[in-house]
């Protein structure tokens, strides 16, 4: 007789495989960003992006380089007209940063969220020079 395995351990396999199908295959829906115009006319269109994902099109559009120092994840969404500036300054809203612009590239700094207060190392007081007069005492 031929060693049959149980039912149980069946359903739990075929739900395995059922579930791995059903992640694989199911992929969060990704919203449209549509940027159009050049750095002075910019038109820019989101719903639902993140943050980050949508001064990434920046940079494949154009010469905008963007570097974060904190994660940009929130998201964005609605209708945005300006020029790179005035567009920045909507999405960065909250945010501190710096726009440096060069002749050949726009650099978008992003330091930290508005308010965030930076925090200092402390530096340890200098050690008292040794003078003749503290030598003997």
Known sequence: ???R???PRDRHAALAVAMSLACGLIAPAKADI???GDLQALQLQTSGDSLADV???FDKLFAVKVRSAVPL????SGSYSGTLSRVVARLLDGYNYVIKMD???TEILVFG???EVAIVPKVKPAAAAK???ARWR
């Open 1 to 3: 007789m031929a060693d």
């Open 5 to 7: 395995p149980s039912a």
């Open 34 to 36: 549509r940027v159009d």
């Open 55 to 57: 001064l990434a099109r």
């Open 73 to 76: 994840m929130s998201e964005v």
């Open 103 to 105: 002749r050949d590239v």
């Open 113 to 115: 969220r508005g308010g």
């Open 131 to 133: 003078t003749v007069t």
